[in-house]
């Protein structure tokens, strides 16, 4: 990862695959980003990092006993650590919950942002003789990874590095989640199904957005496929590279009846057995490689949901204006008496007879006041949109660029991973040989 | 060797064998050129050099025809052979090769190339070049075992094959036949008793064997040492031919396990090329939504479908050159039992008519009958000629083995320097293409 601009702030683990990106040199030229100074996110002036994972007891919100596990957070002023300084680092524990709820709370208050998304919540794309078990050792280490990945992402995005809530969340263990809940950010939300109902119903959407919502569909699936195939591929390879440890067996028990070539044959045994084990190691590699796969997986969902907020704040709009123009033509009906669309009113009118002029004055007065509201209306939805547009295009294009680089390290990774797999390969094989020529 | 795609064989049209010209007359593709033999030259003998036709012949065979040579200065004479001093040199070259389809009204058979060079007195000419089919091998192999009694005789392939299961004129199984019946001539020329057998001349130097099928299978009774039917019992076996018994009985379990595991591996394998497939097609499947990520995407796809050949051309090898000759030591095994068998027999004859003959000799004071003591010498003459078998036996199969398993673990090796090839280009042309784009970035 040849990178100029990354930031001496990434934290110090030794996790080879995690990508965090800096964001901020390379994309700012490009952006034209006046929400945030330049350089400044947090990760500039904090060392963050996920050390640990530990497993607690404790009663759950239904009062029951259940074992989860926690998640040190630890920080450190990055002036700190540049002056060479070694402080202690500020720690407290999370679980995978509060990361969720921090998540939730970002996504609502940041609309416009493809949100980085958790490691995955229970073990999928699981190949044979990996565990789907979430206490599973290797399936908490992964995670443990995952969240600091989270963690260094959020920190490092130019808006979301700025969330008081997040500052909370990596410095206030205690009272941490009654702050987020005040905020009222689960009243904000929107529903599921004025979202949806957005979706289908909304008349003009911005071209662009509806290509990205396209785009994360192709994303999403491709992602999918390709974790299904690798995982189906994994399996397969572990029988291969298993089977050969039955060689390691026989090659043992015939060297028995063997006088000269007795010696060689063991020795050969020894590294088939060696072999076989070596895809153990292989595999759990590869697992790094299936978790940044499975991180844009995830990513592309994030995408969609700003999308969708897309065609909701325009939706809206539109129904905004439509009600507007609506209440205009009522208004004009009503001064010059000219009907022209079907009202109800109308109907009782002619049916009843007209209504007296007070009632009518009365009636001009509202719809005034309310036509006010409406253009006031139109007016903030106007605004609403277009901001979320500006914004989540600008952060759209970041993604983009994030992703590009990050996918395409994790191709040039596997490649490495493959290069390594081989050679270790013909370095057992060359062992079994110089036993066989010995015999 | 490896195999393409399956070709038609060269048919040599409507000829019967008999009627082909002989090759010195004809104009036939002939053993020409000079022969590049893995190995030391130094040891070659002139004879070698003389134009064996390697470009047919399998290294392995020209190989392990020079292990031979190493192979018969470990040999202890033996005194009863009054050729034993020439052991270290040879002079007789015998290789099988150039399988061409006849087809005549009555059938479809294959033929081979015998080739012979020799110094031997024995033989009118130096070289002899001709064709056999599978049934003179057969006839060869019926012929010796009947003559040559008390010596282990190689096998031959399997003769009969499923009709429907297997296509006996495929390109692969030819191949596989051939190699497995130069193994038997080659072994059966480097034998010190059984290459100056007037049979193996036969096979080598006439036109028409005129075998006679129905009478060939009969043996003459004196020649040969009757089995089960005889009704003797045997005693006490000496011990190290029990032992003998027992290491063949482990030993054939062993390469029954070994066959199956190959066998298993080449199935898991082939599931995993499956897989492997439909994973390179993923990859460029994807290539359609992104741009950026185009060529890093397509250049995996390759690198993968790269992997797959790697790993079809393994299975194949595996196939054809591990698999066969696995099982032709099983044969080599069983043969080797019957001829344990056949000396067993011949010691409880002996043990048979001793007994008779001693009750006899008390009864009435008969001398020992000739026969007994014809069937002590037959019983030593076995027990000898088995020993300096069994020694021989052990000798090639340790040859034989070292070079099938080294073949594997070449053939491994091999496969994995194709795949980590097909990765390291990968890199280096994605890293071109980042140097590229970095310098047209700072531009």
Same mark, same amino acid.
């Given at each position: 990862?040849?990178?100029?601009?990354?930031?001496?702030?990434?934290?110090?683990? /030794?996790?080879?695959?995690?990508?965090?990106?800096?964001?901020?040199?390379?994309?700012?030229?490009?952006?034209?980003?006046?929400?945030? =100074?330049?350089?400044?996110?947090?990760?500039?002036?904090?060392?963050?990092?996920?050390? =640990?994972?530990?497993?607690?007891?404790?009663?759950?919100?239904?009062?029951?006993?259940?074992?989860?596990?926690?998640?040190?957070?630890?920080?450190?002023?990055?002036?700190?650590?540049?002056?060479?300084?070694?402080?202690?680092?500020?720690?407290?524990?999370?679980?995978?919950?509060?990361? @969720? $709820?921090?998540?939730?709370?970002?996504?609502?208050?940041?609309?416009?942002?493809?949100?980085?998304?958790?490691?995955?919540?229970?073990?999928?794309?699981?190949?044979?003789?990996?565990?789907? /078990?979430?206490?599973?050792?290797?399936?908490?280490?992964?995670?443990?990874?995952?969240?600091?990945?989270?963690? $260094?992402?959020?920190?490092?995005?130019?808006?979301?590095?700025?969330?008081?809530?997040?500052?909370?969340?990596?410095?206030?263990?205690?009272?941490?989640?009654?702050?987020?809940?005040?905020?009222?950010?689960?009243?904000?939300?929107?529903?599921?199904?004025?979202?949806?109902?957005?979706?289908?119903?909304?008349?003009?959407?911005?071209?662009?957005?509806?290509?990205?919502?396209?785009?994360?569909?192709? $994303?999403?699936?491709?992602?999918?496929? $390709?974790?299904?195939?690798?995982?189906?591929?994994?399996?397969?390879?572990?029988?291969?590279?298993?089977?050969?440890?039955?060689?390691?067996?026989?090659?043992?028990?015939? #060297?028995?009846?063997?006088?000269?070539?007795?010696?060689?044959?063991? #020795?050969?045994?020894?590294?088939?057995?060696?072999?076989?084990?070596?895809? /153990?190691?292989?595999?759990?590699?590869? @697992?790094?490689?299936?978790?940044?796969?499975? =991180?844009?997986?995830?990513?592309?969902?994030?995408?969609?949901?700003?999308?969708?907020?897309? =065609?909701?704040?325009?939706?809206?709009?539109?129904?905004?204006?439509?009600?507007?123009?609506?209440?205009?033509?009522?208004?004009? @009906?009503?001064?010059?008496? %000219?009907?022209?669309?079907?009202?109800?009113?109308?109907?009782?009118?002619?049916?009843?007879?007209?209504?007296?002029?007070?009632?009518? @004055?009365?009636?001009?007065?509202?719809?005034?006041?309310?036509?006010?509201?409406?253009?006031?209306?139109?007016?903030?939805?106007?605004?609403?949109?277009?901001?979320?547009?500006?914004?989540?295009?600008?952060?759209?294009?970041?993604?983009?660029?994030?992703?590009?680089? /990050?996918?395409?390290?994790?191709?040039?990774?596997?490649?490495?991973?493959?290069? #390594?797999?081989?050679?270790?390969? %013909?370095?057992?094989?060359?062992?079994?040989?110089?036993?066989?020529?010995?015999? | 060797?490896?195999?393409?795609?399956?070709?038609?064989?060269?048919?040599?049209?409507?000829?019967?064998?008999?009627?082909?010209?002989?090759?010195?007359?004809?104009?036939?593709?002939?053993?020409?050129?000079?022969? &590049?033999?893995?190995?030391?030259?130094?040891?070659?003998? !002139?004879?070698?050099?003389?134009?064996?036709?390697?470009?047919?012949?399998?290294?392995?065979?020209? &190989?392990?025809?020079?292990?031979?040579?190493?192979?018969?200065?470990?040999?202890?004479?033996?005194?009863?052979?009054?050729?034993?001093?020439?052991?270290?040199?040879?002079?007789?070259?015998?290789?099988?090769?150039?399988?061409?389809?006849?087809?005549?009204?009555?059938?479809?058979?294959?033929?081979?190339?015998?080739?012979?060079?020799? *110094?031997?007195?024995?033989?009118?000419?130096?070289?002899?070049?001709?064709?056999?089919?599978?049934?003179?091998?057969?006839?060869?192999?019926?012929?010796? +075992?009947?003559?040559?009694?008390?010596?282990?005789?190689?096998?031959?392939?399997?003769?009969?094959?499923?009709?429907?299961?297997?296509?006996?004129?495929?390109?692969?199984?030819?191949?596989?036949?051939?190699?497995?019946?130069?193994?038997?001539?080659?072994?059966?020329?480097?034998?010190?008793?059984?290459?100056?057998?007037?049979?193996?001349?036969?096979?080598?130097?006439?036109?028409?064997?005129?075998?006679?099928?129905?009478?060939?299978?009969?043996?003459?009774?004196? +020649?040969?040492?009757?089995?089960?039917?005889?009704?003797?019992?045997?005693?006490?076996?000496?011990?190290?031919?029990?032992?003998?018994?027992?290491?063949?009985?482990?030993?054939?379990?062993?390469?029954?396990?070994?066959?199956?595991?190959?066998?298993?591996?080449?199935?898991?394998?082939?599931?995993?090329?499956?897989?492997?497939?439909?994973?390179?097609?993923?990859?460029?499947?994807?290539?359609?939504?992104?741009?950026?990520?185009?060529?890093?995407?397509?250049?995996?796809?390759?690198?993968?479908?790269?992997?797959?050949?790697?790993?079809?051309?393994?299975?194949?090898?595996?196939?054809?050159?591990?698999?066969?000759?696995?099982?032709?030591?099983?044969?080599?095994?069983? *043969?080797?039992?019957?001829?344990?068998?056949?000396?067993?027999?011949?010691?409880?004859?002996?043990?048979?008519?001793?007994?008779? !003959?001693?009750?006899?000799?008390?009864?009435?004071?008969?001398?020992?009958?000739?026969?007994?003591?014809?069937?002590?010498?037959?019983?030593?003459?076995?027990?000898?000629?088995?020993?300096?078998?069994?020694?021989?036996?052990?000798?090639?199969?340790?040859?034989?083995?070292?070079?099938?398993?080294?073949?594997?673990?070449?053939?491994?090796?091999?496969?994995?320097?194709?795949?980590? !090839?097909?990765?390291? *280009?990968?890199?280096?042309?994605?890293?071109?293409?980042?140097?590229?784009?970095?310098?047209?970035?700072?531009?």
């Amino acid at each position: 990862m040849a990178e100029d601009g990354r930031d001496e702030s990434l934290a110090t683990d /030794d996790e080879p695959d995690h990508t965090a990106a800096d964001g901020n040199n390379s994309l700012n030229n490009s952006l034209n980003n006046t929400m945030v =100074e330049e350089g400044s996110t947090l990760l500039h002036t904090m060392e963050i990092c996920v050390a =640990e994972a530990e497993r607690r007891n404790g009663k759950n919100t239904m009062n029951m006993q259940e074992t989860f596990t926690v998640y040190l957070v630890e920080t450190r002023p990055m002036d700190a650590v540049a002056e060479g300084r070694n402080p202690a680092p500020d720690s407290l524990w999370r679980r995978y919950s509060e990361f @969720e $709820l921090l998540r939730n709370y970002l996504l609502v208050t940041h609309p416009y942002i493809v949100v980085p998304p958790l490691p995955e919540k229970r073990a999928e794309f699981v190949w044979h003789k990996l565990s789907a /078990d979430n206490m599973d050792p290797d399936f908490v280490e992964r995670r443990r990874v995952g969240l600091e990945n989270f963690l $260094l992402r959020v920190a490092s995005h130019p808006v979301l590095s700025n969330d008081k809530i997040l500052h909370h969340f990596l410095t206030e263990e205690h009272g941490w989640k009654e702050v987020v809940y005040e905020t009222g950010f689960q009243a904000k939300a929107d529903s599921r199904l004025r979202a949806l109902s957005a979706t289908f119903r909304v008349r003009n959407p911005d071209k662009r957005f509806m290509e990205m919502k396209h785009y994360s569909d192709e $994303l999403q699936s491709h992602t999918s496929q $390709l974790l299904r195939a690798r995982a189906r591929v994994a399996d397969r390879l572990y029988g291969v590279y298993k089977v050969h440890g039955n060689y390691g067996r026989v090659f043992s028990e015939w #060297s028995a009846i063997e006088r000269e070539m007795g010696d060689g044959l063991q #020795s050969a045994g020894h590294h088939m057995d060696a072999y076989a084990a070596s895809i /153990d190691d292989i595999l759990e590699e590869e @697992e790094h490689y299936a978790d940044q796969l499975k =991180e844009y997986l995830f990513y592309a969902e994030a995408l969609r949901a700003v999308c969708r907020k897309h =065609e909701l704040t325009q939706f809206e709009l539109e129904m905004a204006s439509q009600d507007l123009i609506s209440k205009k033509q009522q208004q004009e @009906e009503l001064a010059t008496g %000219i009907v022209r669309t079907f009202s109800f009113k109308g109907m009782t009118n002619k049916l009843f007879g007209q209504e007296a002029p007070e009632q009518r @004055e009365a009636r001009l007065k509202l719809l005034e006041e309310l036509i006010a509201e409406g253009e006031e209306t139109v007016k903030e939805k106007t605004v609403e949109c277009e901001e979320h547009v500006e914004r989540a295009w600008v952060d759209m294009q970041r993604f983009k660029e994030q992703k590009d680089k /990050d996918l395409r390290e994790a191709l040039i990774n596997y490649a490495v991973m493959q290069i #390594s797999m081989c050679k270790k390969g %013909i370095q057992m094989w060359s062992n079994a040989k110089e036993c066989f020529l010995k015999m | 060797m490896s195999v393409g795609a399956p070709r038609v064989l060269a048919s040599s049209g409507q000829k019967p064998i008999t009627e082909i010209l002989h090759p010195l007359s004809a104009a036939e593709d002939q053993l020409s050129g000079t022969v &590049s033999v893995g190995g030391d030259k130094s040891t070659q003998e !002139a004879g070698l050099t003389n134009g064996t036709p390697v470009e047919t012949s399998s290294p392995a065979s020209t &190989s392990s025809l020079f292990n031979r040579l190493q192979l018969d200065d470990d040999l202890e004479a033996d005194v009863r052979d009054p050729y034993a001093e020439t052991t270290e040199t040879r002079d007789l070259f015998v290789t099988v090769d150039d399988p061409k389809k006849h087809v005549s009204t009555m059938e479809t058979y294959i033929t081979y190339r015998v080739s012979t060079k020799t *110094s031997r007195v024995e033989f009118d000419l130096p070289d002899y070049c001709l064709r056999r089919r599978y049934q003179d091998f057969d006839w060869l192999r019926i012929k010796l +075992e009947d003559s040559q009694p008390t010596h282990l005789i190689p096998p031959l392939p399997e003769k009969f094959v499923m009709k429907g299961v297997v296509d006996r004129f495929s390109e692969e199984f030819v191949e596989t036949r051939m190699k497995a019946l130069d193994k038997f001539l080659k072994r059966v020329s480097d034998h010190p008793v059984l290459s100056f057998n007037p049979h193996l001349n036969t096979f080598l130097t006439a036109k028409d064997l005129n075998k006679r099928q129905g009478l060939a299978l009969l043996t003459k009774v004196g +020649e040969s040492v009757k089995h089960a039917a005889g009704g003797y019992k045997l005693r006490a076996r000496p011990a190290e031919f029990c032992a003998m018994g027992e290491y063949l009985d482990t030993f054939n379990q062993k390469l029954g396990t070994i066959d199956r595991i190959a066998q298993r591996i080449l199935k898991e394998q082939s599931e995993y090329l499956t897989e492997l497939r439909e994973y390179g097609t993923v990859y460029s499947s994807w290539v359609g939504s992104e741009e950026e990520l185009r060529r890093p995407l397509e250049g995996v796809s390759g690198s993968v479908t790269s992997c797959c050949g790697a790993l079809e051309d393994l299975g194949e090898g595996m196939s054809q050159d591990f698999l066969p000759v696995l099982r032709e030591y099983v044969l080599y095994v069983e *043969s080797m039992k019957n001829v344990l068998r056949k000396r067993d027999q011949s010691q409880a004859e002996y043990e048979g008519r001793l007994e008779a !003959a001693i009750i006899r000799k008390q009864e009435d004071r008969t001398p020992m009958p000739v026969e007994v003591e014809k069937c002590q010498d037959k019983v030593e003459c076995f027990n000898a000629d088995l020993k300096a078998d069994w020694e021989r036996w052990q000798s090639n199969k340790r040859q034989d083995f070292k070079q099938l398993l080294t073949g594997m673990a070449d053939k491994n090796v091999n496969h994995y320097e194709k795949c980590q !090839a097909a990765w390291e *280009s990968l890199i280096t042309l994605l890293q071109d293409k980042q140097t590229e784009d970095k310098t047209s970035e700072s531009n």
